[in-house]
Protein backbone atom coordinates (compact mmCIF):
# COMPACT_ATOMS: atom_id res chain seq x y z
CA UNK A 1 0.00 0.00 0.00
CA UNK A 2 1.26 3.67 -0.52
CA UNK A 3 2.04 5.49 2.40
CA UNK A 4 0.78 8.87 3.27
CA UNK A 5 4.28 10.72 2.00
CA UNK A 6 3.69 9.17 -1.63
CA UNK A 7 -0.02 9.90 -1.69
CA UNK A 8 1.29 13.82 -0.74
CA UNK A 9 4.27 13.81 -3.59
CA UNK A 10 1.82 12.44 -6.21
CA UNK A 11 -1.26 15.03 -5.35
CA UNK A 12 1.32 18.15 -5.16
CA UNK A 13 3.04 16.96 -8.26
CA UNK A 14 -0.88 16.59 -9.61
CA UNK A 15 -0.88 20.60 -8.76
CA UNK A 16 2.45 21.47 -9.96
CA UNK A 17 3.41 22.30 -6.27
CA UNK A 18 7.18 21.35 -6.97
CA UNK A 19 9.08 23.78 -5.85
CA UNK A 20 9.18 23.71 -2.35
CA UNK A 21 10.46 26.50 -0.06
CA UNK A 22 12.04 25.65 3.54
CA UNK A 23 14.81 25.14 6.15
CA UNK A 24 13.80 21.68 7.13
CA UNK A 25 14.26 20.52 11.11
CA UNK A 26 14.25 17.13 12.76
CA UNK A 27 9.94 17.24 12.14
CA UNK A 28 10.02 17.70 8.68
CA UNK A 29 12.75 14.97 7.98
CA UNK A 30 9.61 12.34 7.07
CA UNK A 31 7.96 14.39 4.27
CA UNK A 32 11.18 15.58 2.54
CA UNK A 33 12.31 11.96 2.30
CA UNK A 34 11.71 10.01 -1.33
CA UNK A 35 11.07 13.41 -2.78
CA UNK A 36 10.74 12.83 -6.71
CA UNK A 37 13.67 13.97 -8.84
CA UNK A 38 11.94 16.61 -10.52
CA UNK A 39 10.62 18.59 -7.28
CA UNK A 40 12.99 21.47 -6.90
CA UNK A 41 14.15 22.10 -2.88
CA UNK A 42 14.90 26.03 -2.21
CA UNK A 43 17.07 25.95 1.12
CA UNK A 44 16.84 29.16 2.87
CA UNK A 45 18.78 29.77 5.88
CA UNK A 46 16.25 31.26 8.15
CA UNK A 47 12.51 30.85 7.77
CA UNK A 48 11.31 34.67 7.51
CA UNK A 49 13.62 34.41 4.63
CA UNK A 50 12.12 31.43 3.40
CA UNK A 51 8.55 33.44 3.67
CA UNK A 52 10.14 36.12 1.73
CA UNK A 53 11.40 34.00 -0.85
CA UNK A 54 8.17 31.90 -1.04
CA UNK A 55 5.56 34.93 -1.41
CA UNK A 56 8.28 36.79 -4.35
CA UNK A 57 7.87 33.76 -5.99
CA UNK A 58 3.95 33.16 -5.66
CA UNK A 59 3.26 37.20 -6.50
CA UNK A 60 4.98 36.56 -10.01
CA UNK A 61 3.95 33.11 -10.43
CA UNK A 62 0.33 33.72 -9.95
CA UNK A 63 0.32 29.56 -8.37
CA UNK A 64 0.44 28.44 -4.76
CA UNK A 65 3.64 27.42 -3.48
CA UNK A 66 4.50 24.69 -0.90
CA UNK A 67 6.74 25.72 2.22
CA UNK A 68 8.13 24.22 4.41
CA UNK A 69 8.34 24.91 8.49
CA UNK A 70 10.31 23.54 11.50
CA UNK A 71 7.87 23.00 13.97
CA UNK A 72 6.23 25.77 16.72
CA UNK A 73 9.73 27.93 16.58
CA UNK A 74 10.10 27.54 12.92
CA UNK A 75 6.93 28.54 12.09
CA UNK A 76 6.99 31.83 15.09
CA UNK A 77 10.44 32.92 12.94
CA UNK A 78 8.19 33.12 9.36
CA UNK A 79 5.28 35.39 11.27
CA UNK A 80 6.61 38.27 10.45
CA UNK A 81 7.14 37.70 6.99
CA UNK A 82 3.72 35.42 6.78
CA UNK A 83 2.06 39.35 7.57
CA UNK A 84 3.21 40.73 4.07
CA UNK A 85 2.32 37.52 2.40
CA UNK A 86 -1.42 37.85 3.74
CA UNK A 87 -1.63 41.34 2.53
CA UNK A 88 -0.37 40.49 -0.68
CA UNK A 89 -2.69 37.52 -0.87
CA UNK A 90 0.21 34.99 -1.45
CA UNK A 91 -1.75 31.84 -1.68
CA UNK A 92 1.43 30.17 0.20
CA UNK A 93 1.16 26.64 1.56
CA UNK A 94 2.64 25.98 4.71
CA UNK A 95 3.19 23.09 6.18
CA UNK A 96 5.09 22.22 9.72
CA UNK A 97 6.60 19.16 11.22
CA UNK A 98 4.87 17.76 14.45
CA UNK A 99 5.73 15.51 16.94
CA UNK A 100 4.58 12.13 16.83
CA UNK A 101 1.10 11.70 17.88
CA UNK A 102 2.24 10.15 21.46
CA UNK A 103 4.91 12.92 22.27
CA UNK A 104 2.62 15.70 21.57
CA UNK A 105 0.18 15.52 24.96
CA UNK A 106 3.18 15.51 26.78
CA UNK A 107 4.93 18.49 25.52
CA UNK A 108 7.86 16.84 24.28
CA UNK A 109 10.66 18.78 22.42
CA UNK A 110 9.51 20.31 19.21
CA UNK A 111 5.55 19.38 19.84
CA UNK A 112 3.81 22.54 18.40
CA UNK A 113 1.21 22.56 20.93
CA UNK A 114 -2.33 23.59 19.44
CA UNK A 115 -0.65 23.48 16.30
CA UNK A 116 -4.04 24.57 14.20
CA UNK A 117 -4.54 28.21 17.12
CA UNK A 118 -0.26 29.19 16.41
CA UNK A 119 -0.70 30.86 13.32
CA UNK A 120 -4.40 32.18 13.27
CA UNK A 121 -5.92 34.89 12.89
CA UNK A 122 -3.02 34.94 10.33
CA UNK A 123 -3.80 31.99 7.53
CA UNK A 124 -7.19 31.72 5.75
CA UNK A 125 -6.94 28.63 7.48
CA UNK A 126 -4.97 25.73 9.73
CA UNK A 127 -5.47 22.34 10.22
CA UNK A 128 -3.93 18.93 11.89
CA UNK A 129 -5.08 15.89 10.58
CA UNK A 130 -7.18 13.98 12.89
CA UNK A 131 -4.82 10.89 12.13
CA UNK A 132 -2.78 9.41 9.38
CA UNK A 133 -5.20 8.13 6.85
CA UNK A 134 -6.20 12.25 6.43
CA UNK A 135 -3.45 13.43 5.77
CA UNK A 136 -3.86 13.54 1.95
CA UNK A 137 -7.16 14.50 2.24
CA UNK A 138 -5.65 17.62 5.06
CA UNK A 139 -3.10 18.80 2.45
CA UNK A 140 -5.50 18.89 -0.51
CA UNK A 141 -7.60 21.29 1.74
CA UNK A 142 -4.72 23.49 2.88
CA UNK A 143 -3.39 23.92 -1.24
CA UNK A 144 -7.70 24.28 -1.90
CA UNK A 145 -8.08 26.83 0.99
CA UNK A 146 -5.06 28.74 -0.30
CA UNK A 147 -6.36 29.30 -3.75
CA UNK A 148 -10.06 30.15 -3.01
CA UNK A 149 -8.86 32.86 -0.66
CA UNK A 150 -5.86 33.58 -1.98
CA UNK A 151 -4.27 33.85 1.48
CA UNK A 152 -1.65 31.74 3.17
CA UNK A 153 -2.97 28.47 4.67
CA UNK A 154 -0.99 26.46 7.25
CA UNK A 155 -0.99 22.47 8.06
CA UNK A 156 0.57 20.92 11.07
CA UNK A 157 1.71 16.81 10.30
CA UNK A 158 2.83 14.50 12.85
CA UNK A 159 6.31 13.00 11.60
CA UNK A 160 4.61 9.87 12.32
CA UNK A 161 2.45 10.16 9.84
CA UNK A 162 4.16 10.57 6.91
CA UNK A 163 5.50 6.31 6.76
CA UNK A 164 1.94 5.40 7.93
CA UNK A 165 0.41 2.81 4.77
CA UNK A 166 -2.62 4.15 3.41
CA UNK A 167 -5.07 2.65 1.15
CA UNK A 168 -5.55 3.95 -2.37
CA UNK A 169 -9.17 5.09 -1.18
CA UNK A 170 -6.99 7.81 0.40
CA UNK A 171 -5.81 9.17 -2.60
CA UNK A 172 -7.24 12.96 -3.59
CA UNK A 173 -6.99 13.41 -7.36
CA UNK A 174 -10.06 16.39 -7.46
CA UNK A 175 -10.12 19.83 -8.69
CA UNK A 176 -11.77 22.79 -6.90
CA UNK A 177 -12.54 26.01 -9.37
CA UNK A 178 -13.32 29.43 -7.95
CA UNK A 179 -15.41 31.97 -10.03
CA UNK A 180 -17.18 35.53 -9.17
CA UNK A 181 -18.63 36.60 -12.22
CA UNK A 182 -21.48 39.41 -11.20
CA UNK A 183 -25.32 38.85 -12.63
CA UNK A 184 -26.03 40.85 -15.63
CA UNK A 185 -28.39 43.09 -13.71
CA UNK A 186 -25.62 43.98 -11.12
CA UNK A 187 -23.48 44.89 -14.22
CA UNK A 188 -25.93 47.10 -15.70
CA UNK A 189 -26.57 48.68 -12.47
CA UNK A 190 -23.02 49.54 -12.22
CA UNK A 191 -22.24 50.99 -15.84
CA UNK A 192 -25.39 53.18 -15.14
CA UNK A 193 -23.73 54.78 -11.97
CA UNK A 194 -20.51 55.14 -14.13
CA UNK A 195 -21.64 56.49 -17.29
CA UNK A 196 -24.13 58.92 -15.36
CA UNK A 197 -21.14 60.70 -13.44
CA UNK A 198 -20.37 63.86 -14.08
CA UNK A 199 -17.01 63.48 -12.43
CA UNK A 200 -15.68 60.53 -11.79
CA UNK A 201 -12.72 58.87 -10.63
CA UNK A 202 -10.95 55.50 -10.55
CA UNK A 203 -9.07 53.99 -7.84
CA UNK A 204 -6.86 50.62 -8.24
CA UNK A 205 -5.58 48.48 -5.86
CA UNK A 206 -2.77 45.74 -6.39
CA UNK A 207 -5.13 42.98 -7.25
CA UNK A 208 -5.73 44.23 -10.28
CA UNK A 209 -1.90 43.66 -11.04
CA UNK A 210 -2.07 40.11 -9.27
CA UNK A 211 -4.72 39.10 -11.64
CA UNK A 212 -3.18 39.97 -15.07
CA UNK A 213 -5.23 43.37 -15.10
CA UNK A 214 -2.73 45.43 -15.00
CA UNK A 215 -3.29 46.44 -19.59
CA UNK A 216 -7.37 46.22 -19.29
CA UNK A 217 -7.29 48.56 -16.44
CA UNK A 218 -5.31 50.81 -18.48
CA UNK A 219 -8.15 50.70 -21.19
CA UNK A 220 -10.69 51.55 -18.99
CA UNK A 221 -9.18 54.22 -17.30
CA UNK A 222 -8.37 55.64 -21.06
CA UNK A 223 -11.90 54.19 -22.34
CA UNK A 224 -13.67 56.51 -19.71
CA UNK A 225 -10.98 59.26 -19.28
CA UNK A 226 -10.82 58.45 -15.49
CA UNK A 227 -7.91 60.32 -13.68
CA UNK A 228 -6.58 57.09 -11.88
CA UNK A 229 -4.84 56.52 -8.38
CA UNK A 230 -3.37 53.46 -6.82
CA UNK A 231 -4.72 52.95 -3.39
CA UNK A 232 -2.88 53.68 -0.49
CA UNK A 233 -0.03 51.65 1.19
CA UNK A 234 0.64 49.75 -2.25
CA UNK A 235 2.45 46.54 -2.31
CA UNK A 236 1.81 46.46 -6.56
CA UNK A 237 1.58 48.87 -9.38
CA UNK A 238 -1.52 48.76 -11.29
CA UNK A 239 -0.83 51.51 -13.58
CA UNK A 240 2.19 52.75 -15.36
CA UNK A 241 2.94 55.94 -13.11
CA UNK A 242 3.72 58.12 -15.92
CA UNK A 243 0.56 57.93 -17.84
CA UNK A 244 -1.05 61.60 -18.01
CA UNK A 245 -4.07 59.94 -16.34
CA UNK A 246 -2.03 58.34 -13.40
CA UNK A 247 -2.72 61.02 -10.08
CA UNK A 248 -0.35 58.86 -8.03
CA UNK A 249 -0.45 57.16 -4.81
CA UNK A 250 -3.55 58.20 -2.41
CA UNK A 251 -2.36 58.95 0.91
CA UNK A 252 -2.62 56.45 3.70
CA UNK A 253 -4.54 59.01 6.18
CA UNK A 254 -8.46 59.21 6.14
CA UNK A 255 -8.74 63.20 6.23
CA UNK A 256 -5.80 63.29 3.38
CA UNK A 257 -7.62 60.42 1.73
CA UNK A 258 -10.60 62.71 1.42
CA UNK A 259 -9.14 65.59 0.45
CA UNK A 260 -7.48 63.87 -2.95
CA UNK A 261 -10.58 62.60 -3.67
CA UNK A 262 -12.63 65.84 -3.20
CA UNK A 263 -14.61 67.16 -6.50
CA UNK A 264 -15.45 63.84 -7.58
CA UNK A 265 -19.12 63.35 -7.36
CA UNK A 266 -17.69 59.10 -7.83
CA UNK A 267 -15.04 57.20 -7.01
CA UNK A 268 -14.90 53.29 -8.17
CA UNK A 269 -12.58 51.45 -6.21
CA UNK A 270 -11.04 48.17 -8.42
CA UNK A 271 -9.15 45.81 -6.41
CA UNK A 272 -8.15 47.04 -3.33
CA UNK A 273 -9.50 47.68 0.48
CA UNK A 274 -11.20 50.70 1.12
CA UNK A 275 -8.52 52.14 2.15
CA UNK A 276 -5.14 50.63 3.97
CA UNK A 277 -4.67 53.44 6.15
CA UNK A 278 -1.32 54.20 7.99
CA UNK A 279 -0.66 57.24 9.81
CA UNK A 280 -4.00 57.86 11.89
CA UNK A 281 -5.15 61.67 10.41
CA UNK A 282 -8.47 61.85 11.32
CA UNK A 283 -11.08 63.47 9.76
CA UNK A 284 -14.25 62.37 7.43
CA UNK A 285 -14.06 59.48 5.47
CA UNK A 286 -14.90 60.90 1.90
CA UNK A 287 -15.56 64.47 0.72
CA UNK A 288 -19.02 65.49 1.10
CA UNK A 289 -21.71 64.65 -1.99
CA UNK A 290 -18.41 61.64 -3.24
CA UNK A 291 -20.45 58.52 -3.71
CA UNK A 292 -17.88 55.19 -3.65
CA UNK A 293 -18.46 51.86 -5.13
CA UNK A 294 -15.43 48.95 -4.70
CA UNK A 295 -15.53 46.39 -6.37
CA UNK A 296 -13.26 43.01 -4.91
CA UNK A 297 -13.42 39.88 -4.58
CA UNK A 298 -11.91 39.70 -1.02
CA UNK A 299 -15.30 39.47 1.16
CA UNK A 300 -13.37 40.46 4.32
CA UNK A 301 -12.14 43.58 2.44
CA UNK A 302 -15.59 44.64 1.35
CA UNK A 303 -17.33 43.54 4.64
CA UNK A 304 -15.06 45.90 7.02
CA UNK A 305 -15.01 48.91 4.78
CA UNK A 306 -16.17 51.85 6.87
CA UNK A 307 -17.97 53.84 4.27
CA UNK A 308 -18.84 53.39 0.51
CA UNK A 309 -21.31 50.50 -1.59
CA UNK A 310 -19.48 47.11 -2.39
CA UNK A 311 -19.44 44.38 -5.50
CA UNK A 312 -17.80 41.00 -4.33
CA UNK A 313 -16.82 39.88 -7.84
CA UNK A 314 -13.96 39.15 -9.45
CA UNK A 315 -12.68 42.35 -11.14
CA UNK A 316 -12.36 41.42 -15.01
CA UNK A 317 -15.44 40.51 -15.88
CA UNK A 318 -16.79 43.87 -13.95
CA UNK A 319 -14.04 45.91 -16.44
CA UNK A 320 -14.91 43.85 -19.61
CA UNK A 321 -18.32 45.20 -18.66
CA UNK A 322 -17.71 48.94 -18.34
CA UNK A 323 -15.94 48.86 -21.77
CA UNK A 324 -18.95 47.45 -23.43
CA UNK A 325 -21.59 49.19 -21.44
CA UNK A 326 -20.32 52.81 -20.85
CA UNK A 327 -19.93 55.33 -23.71
CA UNK A 328 -16.32 56.55 -24.55
CA UNK A 329 -15.14 59.49 -23.28
CA UNK A 330 -12.25 62.07 -24.55
CA UNK A 331 -9.05 60.78 -22.37
CA UNK A 332 -5.30 61.89 -21.90
CA UNK A 333 -3.01 59.32 -23.18
CA UNK A 334 0.70 59.18 -23.35
CA UNK A 335 3.22 59.50 -20.60
CA UNK A 336 4.37 62.35 -18.66
CA UNK A 337 8.57 63.16 -18.41
CA UNK A 338 9.62 62.94 -14.44
CA UNK A 339 11.83 65.73 -13.17
CA UNK A 340 15.07 66.29 -13.08
CA UNK A 341 16.19 64.36 -10.31
CA UNK A 342 17.40 66.32 -6.49
CA UNK A 343 20.79 66.29 -6.03
CA UNK A 344 22.77 65.69 -2.39
CA UNK A 345 25.27 67.73 -1.12
CA UNK A 346 27.21 64.60 0.80
CA UNK A 347 26.17 62.13 -1.05
CA UNK A 348 23.51 60.93 -4.04
CA UNK A 349 20.24 61.92 -3.13
CA UNK A 350 17.95 58.84 -3.57
CA UNK A 351 16.61 60.59 -7.14
CA UNK A 352 19.68 60.30 -8.30
CA UNK A 353 19.89 56.21 -7.88
CA UNK A 354 16.31 56.10 -9.11
CA UNK A 355 16.84 58.07 -12.13
CA UNK A 356 19.87 55.83 -12.62
CA UNK A 357 18.23 52.88 -12.42
CA UNK A 358 15.28 54.52 -14.96
CA UNK A 359 18.20 54.92 -17.44
CA UNK A 360 19.66 51.88 -17.20
CA UNK A 361 17.40 48.98 -16.71
CA UNK A 362 15.26 47.20 -19.40
CA UNK A 363 11.62 48.56 -19.31
CA UNK A 364 10.20 44.85 -18.36
CA UNK A 365 12.99 45.35 -15.31
CA UNK A 366 10.43 43.81 -11.89
CA UNK A 367 11.63 46.09 -9.16
CA UNK A 368 11.34 44.76 -4.99
CA UNK A 369 11.49 47.58 -2.83
CA UNK A 370 12.16 47.96 0.52
CA UNK A 371 13.16 51.48 1.07
CA UNK A 372 10.24 53.04 2.89
CA UNK A 373 11.88 56.73 3.64
CA UNK A 374 12.57 57.22 -0.20
CA UNK A 375 8.94 56.10 -2.09
CA UNK A 376 8.23 59.71 -3.12
CA UNK A 377 11.99 60.17 -4.30
CA UNK A 378 10.75 56.84 -5.88
CA UNK A 379 7.29 57.96 -7.74
CA UNK A 380 8.99 61.15 -8.52
CA UNK A 381 11.61 59.30 -10.75
CA UNK A 382 10.49 55.66 -12.01
CA UNK A 383 8.79 55.15 -15.02
CA UNK A 384 7.17 51.82 -15.00
CA UNK A 385 4.93 50.55 -17.65
CA UNK A 386 4.42 47.16 -17.90
CA UNK A 387 2.97 44.94 -15.59
CA UNK A 388 4.20 43.19 -12.52
CA UNK A 389 6.82 45.48 -12.09
CA UNK A 390 6.89 46.37 -8.57
CA UNK A 391 6.39 44.27 -5.65
CA UNK A 392 6.59 45.73 -2.08
CA UNK A 393 5.78 44.71 1.44
CA UNK A 394 2.16 44.67 1.87
CA UNK A 395 2.10 44.98 5.26
CA UNK A 396 5.10 47.11 6.18
CA UNK A 397 6.91 43.93 7.66
CA UNK A 398 10.78 44.66 7.57
CA UNK A 399 13.01 41.77 6.14
CA UNK A 400 10.43 41.19 2.85
CA UNK A 401 12.67 42.82 0.21
CA UNK A 402 15.83 40.94 -0.37
CA UNK A 403 14.10 37.40 -0.37
CA UNK A 404 11.14 38.26 -2.01
CA UNK A 405 13.79 39.71 -4.66
CA UNK A 406 15.31 36.43 -4.94
CA UNK A 407 11.83 34.47 -5.02
CA UNK A 408 10.56 36.99 -8.10
CA UNK A 409 13.70 36.21 -10.02
CA UNK A 410 13.46 32.04 -9.44
CA UNK A 411 9.68 32.47 -10.33
CA UNK A 412 10.56 34.75 -13.35
CA UNK A 413 14.11 33.97 -14.98
CA UNK A 414 12.78 35.96 -18.09
CA UNK A 415 12.97 38.84 -16.83
CA UNK A 416 15.37 41.77 -14.92
CA UNK A 417 14.98 41.63 -11.07
CA UNK A 418 16.02 44.10 -9.03
CA UNK A 419 16.01 44.63 -5.29
CA UNK A 420 16.15 48.30 -4.14
CA UNK A 421 16.58 48.06 0.05
CA UNK A 422 17.67 50.54 2.42
CA UNK A 423 20.06 49.29 4.80
CA UNK A 424 18.04 49.28 7.84
CA UNK A 425 15.39 47.08 5.78
CA UNK A 426 18.39 44.86 4.64
CA UNK A 427 19.44 43.36 8.17
CA UNK A 428 15.86 41.80 8.29
CA UNK A 429 16.36 39.13 5.36
CA UNK A 430 20.04 39.56 4.77
CA UNK A 431 20.47 35.19 5.03
CA UNK A 432 18.82 35.53 1.53
CA UNK A 433 22.22 36.12 0.25
CA UNK A 434 23.23 32.85 0.91
CA UNK A 435 20.18 31.63 -1.09
CA UNK A 436 20.83 33.83 -4.12
CA UNK A 437 24.45 32.57 -5.02
CA UNK A 438 24.05 28.98 -3.62
CA UNK A 439 21.45 28.97 -6.63
CA UNK A 440 23.10 31.30 -8.84
CA UNK A 441 20.06 33.68 -9.29
CA UNK A 442 20.76 36.44 -11.03
CA UNK A 443 19.28 39.74 -9.16
CA UNK A 444 20.85 43.54 -8.70
CA UNK A 445 20.33 44.51 -4.97
CA UNK A 446 20.83 48.14 -4.15
CA UNK A 447 21.56 48.84 -1.45
CA UNK A 448 20.62 52.47 -0.25
CA UNK A 449 23.13 53.11 2.71
CA UNK A 450 22.04 56.13 4.74
CA UNK A 451 23.30 55.06 8.60
CA UNK A 452 19.87 55.65 9.68
CA UNK A 453 15.85 54.39 9.61
CA UNK A 454 15.02 57.27 7.69
CA UNK A 455 10.77 56.29 7.98
CA UNK A 456 11.35 56.51 11.77
CA UNK A 457 12.73 59.14 12.34
CA UNK A 458 9.32 60.73 10.25
CA UNK A 459 7.23 58.83 12.03
CA UNK A 460 8.79 60.34 15.29
CA UNK A 461 8.28 63.77 13.66
CA UNK A 462 4.90 63.15 12.94
CA UNK A 463 4.14 61.78 16.30
CA UNK A 464 5.64 65.18 17.91
CA UNK A 465 8.60 62.81 19.61
CA UNK A 466 11.27 63.44 17.50
CA UNK A 467 14.28 62.87 20.03
CA UNK A 468 13.76 58.71 20.46
CA UNK A 469 16.68 56.50 20.67
CA UNK A 470 17.32 53.32 17.98
CA UNK A 471 17.03 55.49 15.22
CA UNK A 472 20.74 55.69 13.61
CA UNK A 473 22.53 52.03 12.37
CA UNK A 474 26.19 53.78 11.41
CA UNK A 475 29.06 51.43 10.49
CA UNK A 476 27.33 48.85 8.06
CA UNK A 477 29.51 47.61 4.88
CA UNK A 478 26.74 45.12 3.05
CA UNK A 479 29.62 44.67 0.78
CA UNK A 480 31.56 42.34 3.40
CA UNK A 481 28.91 40.84 4.26
CA UNK A 482 27.78 39.80 0.96
CA UNK A 483 31.10 38.44 0.22
CA UNK A 484 30.63 36.20 3.16
CA UNK A 485 27.14 34.93 1.76
CA UNK A 486 29.18 34.41 -1.64
CA UNK A 487 27.16 37.24 -3.27
CA UNK A 488 29.81 39.47 -5.58
CA UNK A 489 29.51 43.21 -4.25
CA UNK A 490 31.07 46.79 -4.21
CA UNK A 491 30.63 50.39 -3.15
CA UNK A 492 29.41 53.02 -5.48
CA UNK A 493 29.50 56.82 -4.12
CA UNK A 494 29.85 58.39 -7.56
CA UNK A 495 26.79 58.87 -9.87
CA UNK A 496 29.02 58.01 -13.21
CA UNK A 497 30.47 55.03 -11.65
CA UNK A 498 26.92 54.01 -10.37
CA UNK A 499 25.48 54.04 -14.06
CA UNK A 500 28.28 52.15 -15.27
CA UNK A 501 28.02 49.17 -12.93
CA UNK A 502 23.96 49.37 -13.40
CA UNK A 503 24.68 48.96 -17.34
CA UNK A 504 26.34 46.02 -16.87
CA UNK A 505 24.57 42.64 -17.05
CA UNK A 506 25.41 39.81 -14.13
CA UNK A 507 25.07 36.24 -14.59
CA UNK A 508 24.35 35.24 -10.83
CA UNK A 509 23.58 37.98 -7.71
CA UNK A 510 25.48 40.89 -7.26
CA UNK A 511 25.06 43.66 -4.51
CA UNK A 512 26.12 47.15 -5.58
CA UNK A 513 25.83 49.82 -2.40
CA UNK A 514 25.04 52.83 -2.73
CA UNK A 515 26.02 55.76 -0.49
CA UNK A 516 23.33 58.12 0.14
CA UNK A 517 21.54 61.31 1.89
CA UNK A 518 18.66 60.76 4.60
CA UNK A 519 15.10 61.47 3.14
CA UNK A 520 11.91 61.39 4.41
CA UNK A 521 8.52 59.80 2.79
CA UNK A 522 6.94 63.02 3.01
Known amino acids: MPTARRLAHEFLDRRGLTTIFGNPGSNELPFLAELPEHFRYVLGLHEGAVVGMADGYAQVTGRPVLVNLHAAAGSGNAMGALTNAVYSRSPLVLTAGQQVRTAIGLEAMLANVDATQLMRPLVAWSGEPSCAEDVPRSLAQAVFEAELHRRPTYLSVPYDDWAAELPASATIDRDVQRGLTPAESQLDDLAASVAA ?17 FDRAVALAEHLGLPTWVAPSPHRLPFPNRHRLFRGVLPAGIAPVSAALTGHDLVLVLGAPVFRYHQHVPGAYLPEGTRLIQVTDDFGAAARAPMGEALVADPAPVIEALLRKVPTRAAERGHVEPPAPKTGEEALHPEQVFAALRDTQPGDTRYVVES ?56 YGITALWSAAHYRVPVTFVILRNGVYGALRWFGELLGTPDVPGTEIPGLDFTAIAAGYGVEATTVTDEDDLRTQLKTTPDGPRLIQVDTEPTTPE
Open 197 to 213: AKNPALVLGGDIDATGL
Open 372 to 427: TSTNSAWWRQMDLRREGSYFFPAAGGLGFGLPAAVGVAMGSPDRPVVGVIGDGSAN
